[in-house]
């Protein structure tokens, strides 16, 4: 009898790619390579651009008043979740789908094009639950910036 081996979605890497999620309560999540480009850093600054619709992250001290942590669901592989409730709600930013986008780095900024349509995140690369589902990590903190 052939010696068989069961092909799993986890024999496939990971794409190499950042991507954003903004969830539907605004959570936003990052994959490893978006974390990686950041340059790993503890916080974010979260940025817009209201003519051109980009949100931008940049890497920053977790003391700045206006840093949001950069949580590891799975220490050290991601996702990474920032607290970004208030920051859709202020800038009208669509929360009522989950949606990826492809992310890119301008001038050390992590950018993601809302022009762009992004695509609809219904499950996590494992294939449990659902994207559209808030993190614990960032439904267990209020959010408390803005």
Known sequence: ???FETFTRRMVPLANDPTVTIQKKGTLSL???AQVALG???????LFDASERIVGMR???LSLAHAY???AQKPGFGPYVVAGTAFTKYYGID???A???IAYMDEGVLCLDLKEEGTIATSN?????SSDEEPTAAASEEESRG
Request: glycine share 10%.
């Open 59 to 61: 890497g920053a001290d």
């Open 125 to 129: 690369r494992n294939g449990h639950g």
């Open 31 to 33: 994959n490893k390579a």
């Open 99 to 101: 949606r990826r986008w």
């Open 95 to 97: 929360t009522t789908t």
């Open 1 to 3: 009898m052939p010696n």
């Open 69 to 71: 942590p950069l949580r």
């Open 40 to 46: 790993e850093p503890d916080a974010v600054e979260l």
